[in-house]
């Protein structure tokens, strides 16, 4: 059992990415209801610009992922002024087959423009090798990745619970419709949320790239992880969604690591067994 | 002459292809008090609803101060003025009292302190959430919300609804005292003598129609005719 903790931070590390790239869809689907199944293009997005940014220009990585993540974000406004809020109020079945189909928009976007392949990502030295924690020895980057997610989480509760605009968005998921009755812009406060969330995302894919490497078929490879953190976690909300993708990373990683045969499916008993128990999220009784 | 605060000019509006509301027409002056009779399901909650932009509206045309405002969402009609409490009430249950308050903020008169002074069992519970308040509470605080927005017209959608009989004297209280600052209001009420006590006109509605209109003062007088005009 000397790998537990190393398999524990290893886990944690990758919920922490999952939790960037898929807490906007949380708030998006919780505020306007919208089943925005091609989040993860803009976490690939921000991939993308990071990477290119990197091999070809000679960006340095701390640089390169501000970048990403603003240029997720950019993505994220234009396509939410110009797609996605024509599918407001449309049926889930409306937004699953307009979103998968940009999924696959993507892919054959990005394959044209990129190739099939992988992307290389490598890590700058100061963020390589190994730290000792406590007698364990641990991944420099996956500490940092851990670090931010829990920064980034905590964040945006505070975000969510001491700001006023944070109130005009719990308002607004509780209900849209009284929040338009008491002149918050839902619309407006929509696109923000959306812009931040498509940001974070970016800013996760890019992120993720020297750990799950990046093609253009990412946004459809972790598109069943990013389903079942919003759904394990609950709609519009961020603490169920941090404590869905730690669970589903540590759940992932252990699963494939000590039942290398059948770990791969450990996560979808995970999602069931969260579901049966907390059908509306983890967090709701 | 200047235009009324709120004319409603042969609307008729509904829910997708169900119309429930044909041809209404009314004129709410500044200042002035509307009683929306009517037993249940006639139309009384529709029509504030579609005031406020809520429904599906087929005909006619809702004017603010003379503007057109039937293209306008829910937020910018409240924003031009239109306050609403609706039926339920419909706090926000996990805000906080005071954050219910503070979510609708606009400019003017009235700010938390002043609807503290109004409504001071909301300043006692301002740090409780909303799903933390009784039934008679929460109606504080969906009328403390809609003067939050400093509005010129304030529709009320049955506001002693559900209430015990001590809050009803409450609220009454509390909307007697904004009807005496000069706010207009429309009120919905299923007990005819209090909207009319509160309001210079009335009208009666049956199945989607206005039938009715009269003075809210010679109604008052006269039970008879208000049973023989609304059934109840």
């Given at each position: ?17 999952l939790f960037?790239?898929s ?25 993308y ?8 220009a ?11 993540a ?44 990129f ?16 730290v ?8 420099l ?5 851990i670090?931010?997610?829990?920064a ?34 839902v ?7 959306f ?5 974070l ?13 990046l ?7 972790y ?10 976690g ?19 990683v252990?699963g ?30 | ?64 101060r ?23 009430r ?18 003017g ?14 300043a006692?519970?301002?740090a409780?959430?909303g ?55 429309v ?27 009269a003075?809210?003062a ?15």
């Amino acid at each position: 059992m000397t790998g537990l903790p190393v398999v524990v931070f290893d886990g944690l590390a990758y919920g922490m990415l999952l939790f960037l790239m898929s807490v906007g869809l949380a708030v998006t689907l919780g505020l306007m209801g919208l089943v925005n199944l091609a989040h993860g293009a803009f976490a690939a997005g921000g991939g993308y610009v990071a990477a290119l940014a990197m091999s070809r220009a000679g960006v340095p990585f701390l640089l390169a992922l501000p970048l990403a993540a603003l240029a997720a974000a950019v993505g994220g406004v234009v396509l939410e002024r110009l797609l996605f809020r024509r599918l407001y109020g449309r049926s889930p079945l409306d937004q699953v087959l307009f979103t998968v189909g940009l999924v696959y928009v993507w892919i054959a976007a990005a394959t044209a423009a990129f190739g099939a392949g992988q992307q290389p990502a490598d890590l700058p030295g100061f963020l390589q090798g190994q730290v000792d924690l406590g007698g364990v020895r641990v991944g420099l980057y996956r500490l940092v990745l851990i670090g931010l997610g829990v920064a980034v989480a905590l964040a945006l509760a505070l975000g969510l619970e001491r700001t006023r605009i944070g109130a005009l968005v719990r308002a607004s998921v509780e209900d849209a419709e009284m929040a338009g009755g008491v002149s918050i812009r839902v619309g407006r406060l929509f696109a923000l949320t959306f812009t931040l969330g498509a940001g974070l995302a970016g800013l996760g894919g890019a992120l993720a790239v020297p750990v799950l490497g990046l093609d253009p078929t990412f946004p459809l490879k972790y598109l069943a992880y990013f389903l079942i953190v919003v759904c394990m976690g609950g709609a519009g909300t961020v603490t169920g969604s941090f404590l869905a993708a730690a669970a589903v990373g540590l759940v992932d990683v252990a699963g494939k690591y000590y039942l290398p045969e059948i770990g791969a499916f450990a996560v979808y008993g995970l999602a069931v067994a969260a579901l049966v128990w907390r059908p509306n999220g983890v967090l709701r009784a | 002459m200047s235009p009324p605060l709120l004319a409603v000019e042969g609307v008729t509006a509904g829910y997708g292809r169900a119309t429930i509301l044909d041809g209404i027409d009314l004129a709410i002056p500044e200042g002035g008090g509307l009683a929306l009779l009517g037993r249940n399901g006639v139309g009384k909650t529709t029509l504030i609803r579609t005031l406020m932009g809520l429904t599906d509206r087929t005909a006619g045309r809702i004017l603010w101060r003379g503007r057109d405002v039937a293209g306008l969402p829910a937020a910018e009609r409240v924003r031009l003025g239109l306050g609403w409490v609706p039926q339920e009430r419909r706090i926000f249950r996990t805000l906080s009292v005071q954050e219910n308050l503070e979510v609708a903020a606009r400019p003017g008169p009235w700010d938390l302190a002043r609807v503290y002074a109004l409504l001071p069992r909301l300043a006692e519970r301002r740090a409780n959430q909303g799903w933390q308040l009784s039934g008679g509470e929460q109606q504080l605080l969906a009328l403390g919300r809609a003067l939050m927005l400093n509005p010129d017209l304030l529709l009320l959608d049955e506001p002693l609804e559900g209430l015990a009989p001590v809050m009803v004297d409450v609220v009454l209280d509390a909307i007697r005292e904004l009807a005496g600052t000069g706010l207009a209001l429309v009120m919905v009420e299923q007990h005819a003598a209090d909207a009319l006590e509160l309001t210079g006109h009335a009208v009666v509605m049956d199945r989607g129609r206005i039938v009715a209109r009269a003075g809210s003062a010679a109604l008052l007088a006269d039970p008879a005719r208000i049973v023989e005009l609304t059934g109840l």
